[in-house]
């Protein structure tokens, strides 16, 4: 079962990717994600549910539309096959504690958390498309995502009672949130609002980690965002000047926190002997 679990949310995580490309290309348009069906952009025929299964109708077809063989970008196989790697990885990561939970309340808290880090990871793919190719990070995806993981990891809390996690959590959204506001209205140029706003996401989920994971993945960002900005300078894809969409690496640097801060943050403390 351990194996079987990560099988089946990797599948469905295949499924899910399929949508994010549906959103990725049409909530930055504002166009509904339900409506209308999925067609090609070239000679508008919708695609066939048999030309619709993720990452194989890719290949099967050549990456090519069937009706009029205008080029499909290989970025919506690849939104699918990243999707899928990524929901079974987690998944992998959390089966043993769901299957093996003490009770039936701590496997569906378990569960309840895997649901959370599936939706982080499912949006943060989604924004990662969108702010590369826009400079934006839509409130339609981000704000609803308060809600919602909210909900998810305050009925873990409660199921569990893990009212310090959920305290945490709760902090660690305002002070990200506070931290990256002022950041905006120091350097508007440099920091949007919706980096912001994403900001707040991050911090409820890193948090929820541990504080560990909160200070390891709010640094790690900048990180990540500094290391990128210095490569495009050096390769010459960009200038001092030039505008680097941030979300991406904020986005990074949260995975960095919520997998690895814990042992990040203790090898760091064992430098200084302060472990």
Same mark, same amino acid.
């Given at each position: 079962?351990?194996?079987v679990?990560?099988l089946?949310v990797?599948v469905l995580?295949?499924?899910i990717?399929?949508?994010?490309n549906?959103?990725?290309?049409r909530v930055?348009?504002?166009?509904?994600?339900?409506? !209308?069906?999925?067609?090609c952009?070239?000679?508008?025929?919708?695609?066939?549910?048999g030309?619709?299964?993720?990452?194989?109708?890719w290949?099967?077809l $050549?990456?090519?539309c069937r009706?009029c063989?205008?080029? +499909?970008?290989? #970025?919506? &196989?690849i939104?699918?096959?990243a999707?899928?790697?990524?929901?079974?990885g987690?998944a992998?990561l959390?089966?043993p504690? +769901?299957?093996?939970a003490?009770?039936p309340?701590a496997?569906?808290?378990?569960?309840?958390?895997?649901?959370a880090?599936?939706w982080?990871?499912g949006?943060?793919?989604?924004l990662?498309?969108?702010?590369?190719?826009?400079h /934006?990070l839509p409130d $339609?995806?981000v704000? !609803?995502?308060?809600?919602?993981?909210?909900?998810l990891?305050?009925?873990a809390?409660l199921?569990t009672g893990a009212?310090e996690?959920? &305290?945490r959590?709760a902090?660690g959204?305002?002070?990200?949130f506070?931290f990256?506001?002022a950041l905006a209205?120091?350097?508007? /140029?440099?920091?949007?609002m919706?980096?912001?706003k994403?900001a707040?996401?991050?911090?409820?989920?890193?948090?929820?980690?541990?504080?560990?994971?909160?200070?390891?993945?709010?640094?790690a960002?900048f990180?990540?965002?500094?290391l990128?900005?210095v490569?495009?300078?050096v390769? $010459? #894809?960009?200038? $001092?000047t030039?505008?680097? !969409?941030?979300?991406?690496?904020m986005l990074?640097?949260a995975?960095?926190?919520?997998?690895?801060?814990e042992?990040i943050?203790?090898?760091?403390?064992?430098?200084f002997g302060?472990?």
């Amino acid at each position: 079962m351990t194996a079987v679990m990560p099988l089946l949310v990797g599948v469905l995580g295949a499924a899910i990717g399929s949508f994010l490309n549906v959103v990725i290309h049409r909530v930055p348009r504002g166009i509904s994600v339900v409506t !209308p069906l999925s067609a090609c952009p070239h000679c508008a025929v919708p695609i066939r549910p048999g030309d619709n299964i993720p990452v194989m109708s890719w290949l099967l077809l $050549r990456g090519r539309c069937r009706s009029c063989a205008a080029p +499909i970008a290989p #970025r919506y &196989a690849i939104v699918e096959l990243a999707t899928a790697l990524v929901f079974a990885g987690l998944a992998g990561l959390a089966a043993p504690g +769901i299957l093996t939970a003490a009770s039936p309340a701590a496997a569906i808290a378990a569960g309840l958390e895997l649901v959370a880090l599936l939706w982080f990871a499912g949006i943060g793919i989604a924004l990662t498309a969108i702010d590369l190719d826009t400079h /934006r990070l839509p409130d $339609r995806i981000v704000l !609803p995502s308060y809600a919602v993981l909210a909900a998810l990891l305050g009925a873990a809390a409660l199921l569990t009672g893990a009212g310090e996690a959920a &305290a945490r959590a709760a902090a660690g959204a305002g002070i990200l949130f506070a931290f990256y506001l002022a950041l905006a209205l120091i350097s508007p /140029r440099g920091m949007g609002m919706g980096d912001v706003k994403l900001a707040g996401v991050i911090g409820l989920m890193l948090g929820w980690a541990g504080w560990a994971s909160l200070a390891v993945g709010a640094l790690a960002a900048f990180l990540l965002g500094g290391l990128a900005a210095v490569v495009l300078v050096v390769a $010459r #894809r960009a200038r $001092r000047t030039t505008g680097i !969409p941030f979300g991406p690496w904020m986005l990074g640097g949260a995975w960095v926190g919520i997998l690895l801060g814990e042992p990040i943050a203790r090898g760091y403390l064992a430098l200084f002997g302060l472990d």
